[in-house]
């Protein structure tokens, strides 16, 4: 995501107001550039317990400690925090928690070390003087999707062929709260007859300059407000997080100090500054009295304030904690653009032990599916006939051959289903994505009446330009409105001008179907060549945009964590794809068709084509 809306060198907050107007009105877009450089970011506290240590004293028991290491990628092991030391406890509960920070799109790997303290100032403490215990590596989406938040592994020291009498670590979490976690919401209303009518006035919020405190940059914009015809702006929602300076985690509400300058509107650019004044959060929201613009012709310009609040908003980890399931659904390109499988240069070149399509699927795959509880990805291709000797073009065939239970298990079923599909058909075209998105939205659609624990992402693999634009357009426009993020990924070297189009971060897609915009921003396109040489790149680029939409989707409905549940389900029609297997059993009984059909029916043959 980009830098700060204005240009850092400017030397007047007007030469910044004037920068910001000529880049982006748009408040959403305003507050998300200046919160983490893009990255959706958690700070969370672990707290650990052990059971069951070896006693390291002979004339007592152990005195423990633990150490937490983070591997930072093409480092060494760093030192993260300490715990404090425990005398005399083979099963020590720890109170200091340590700190670390936690985004979602990073494979963040940790290491927990035990060691038993000889000294008693662990801070000082030279760990090369401790006696060493053991150890355990865990991944920190591990620790996350943990059931209820409780993650427990057994303590090995690599130089032992056996570990059994080790112990195990006991880790827990709790998410930081901070600035980041709640919005400033207020209505402004023009009061008096300094505002002229008929003349149009909008308002700035600052945030103050590090750099130079006398300063403040601006991160949002209000409408425009013709005075006389409504006094009243639309309701103002902040970010406290956007207004924070310097480093933001310790920033408290107290310290939070903002501006707010009166422009007066001009159509040629020049708009006016009429005055400002600024205030810290918590007088802004207890001090009820009018505020007073002073102009610089002697001007005083009354505003009143009007639901003035501080809101809490959940946080991703509160709706993953509340339950959520993150459902991932795979599509893939087989048509023939792609080349033949069976020669070296072909992006499905069969002997690749790990081509492009595999290591993207890895590479997306394992952070995700930490998040889904059953580790089943509907695997579904398009662009290819099959089965090969036929003559039939399929635009949506799930890849297993059971069209109602198109599920793989786990990275390693990802890959094993996709090996075993390019010997069983024949790649064709033209590349059309819309047949696939289409069922995949009715089935979100039919599982999300019933079960509202579920997000989706569909991840969709493509070799180049589709040919059914306005129809995936209005699938796209279609699946804003559900809980559903579309991440596609370009393999090879063709053009993706339309992925990027489709990717749509400038300017909302319209579906001319549904006479309507994209709700959200619920697309994510990245080319693999560019991070093919560091493959884990491709995850936090792909990923990094997932939490915030998903946090949106949500948001924009007014549904909070305890809200996720699951409504009653038909046992006998669980999900979409058992419903319409019943569905077609039906039909064929009713036209007298056998059973052998019915199992035909499930040989790969897809009933979604049209």
């Known amino acids: 995501m980009g830098s700060l809306l204005c240009r850092r060198e400017a030397s007047t907050f007007d030469y910044q107001i004037e920068e910001y107007a000529k880049i982006n009105d748009d408040i959403n877009k305003a507050v998300n550039l200046v919160m983490d450089d893009g990255h959706l970011s958690s700070k969370l506290l672990l ?12 004339m007592s028991l152990t005195d423990a400690f633990l150490v937490l290491y983070e591997n930072k990628r093409g480092s060494n092991w760093e030192e993260v925090g300490r715990t404090e030391i425990i005398e005399d406890s083979l099963n020590p509960e720890f109170v200091t928690p340590i700190e670390l920070v936690y985004y979602f799109e990073e494979n963040q790997k940790f290491k927990i070390v035990a060691y038993d303290a000889d000294e008693f100032e662990n801070r000082r403490l030279d760990i090369s003087k401790a006696n060493y215990i053991g150890e355990a590596e865990f991944e920190i989406q591990k620790l996350i999707s943990a059931r209820h938040g409780v993650f427990e592994t057994n303590f090995n020291d690599p130089n032992k062929a056996f570990n059994s009498a080790l112990g195990l670590v006991v880790i827990t979490y709790e998410e930081g709260r901070s600035a980041h976690n709640q919005v400033l919401e207020f209505n402004l209303t023009a009061e008096n007859s300094d505002f002229s009518p008929g003349n149009g006035y909008f308002f700035i919020v600052g945030k103050k300059d590090i750099k130079n405190p006398l300063n403040f940059i601006p991160i949002m914009r209000s409408e425009i407000l013709k005075y006389g015809d409504d006094n009243t702006w639309k309701l103002t929602s902040i970010s406290l997080s956007s207004l924070v300076t310097g480093k933001k985690d310790n920033s408290s509400i107290d310290e939070i100090t903002f501006q707010v300058s009166l422009y007066r509107h001009s159509k040629s650019g020049n708009h006016k500054l009429m005055g400002n004044f600024v205030s810290s959060i918590m007088e802004f929201i207890e001090d009820n009295s009018m505020i007073t613009i002073n102009g610089q012709k002697g001007e005083e310009f009354y ?51 790990q081509n492009q399509y595999l290591a993207a699927t890895l590479e997306v795959g394992k952070i995700l599916l930490n998040f889904d509880n059953d580790k089943q990805v509907p695997m579904f291709g398009f662009g290819a006939v099959i089965p090969k000797y036929s003559t039939q073009v399929s635009h949506c065939f799930a890849m297993n051959g059971n069209i109602f239970r198109p599920e793989a298990d786990n990275i390693a079923g990802i890959q094993e289903c996709y090996k075993n599909i390019l010997k069983s058909i024949r790649l064709s075209g033209p590349t059309y994505f819309a047949p696939m998105l289409s069922m995949w939205n009715d089935m979100v659609q039919f599982e999300y009446t019933k079960n509202k624990l579920k997000y989706y992402i569909f991840l ?71 991070y093919k040489d560091n493959p884990h790149l491709l995850a936090q680029e792909t990923l990094e945009e997932l939490p915030r939409q998903m946090l949106d989707f949500y948001q924009k409905r007014g549904i909070k964590p305890s809200d996720l549940k699951m409504d009653y389900v038909d046992m006998e029609a669980r999900d979409y794809f058992s419903a319409k297997g019943m569905e077609y059993s039906q039909k064929l009984s009713k036209l007298n068709y056998g059973t052998d059909i019915a199992q035909v029916m499930t040989q790969g043959i897809p009933f979604i084509d049209e």
């Open 47 to 58: 707290r650990f317990k052990c059971q069951n240590l070896p006693n390291m004293d002979f």
């Open 303 to 353: 505003i009143s304030k009007s639901n003035t609040k501080l809101e809490t908003v959940s946080s991703f980890l509160d709706y993953i904690n509340a339950g959520l399931d993150m459902n991932l659904i795979c599509g893939i390109d087989f048509t023939g653009s792609n080349g033949d499988p069976n020669m070296p240069k072909s992006l499905h070149y069969i002997y690749n032990p």
């Open 460 to 530: 969709i693999l493509t070799d180049g330009v589709i040919h059914d634009i306005d129809e995936t357009v209005d699938c796209i426009v279609q699946s804003s409105s559900l809980p559903v993020s579309i991440i596609i990924v370009g393999i090879g070297d063709a053009n993706f001008d339309t992925m990027d189009f489709l990717d749509a971060d400038d300017e909302r897609l319209f579906s001319r179907k549904y006479q309507k915009f994209q709700e959200r921003d619920n697309v994510q396109f990245v080319e693999f060549n560019k």
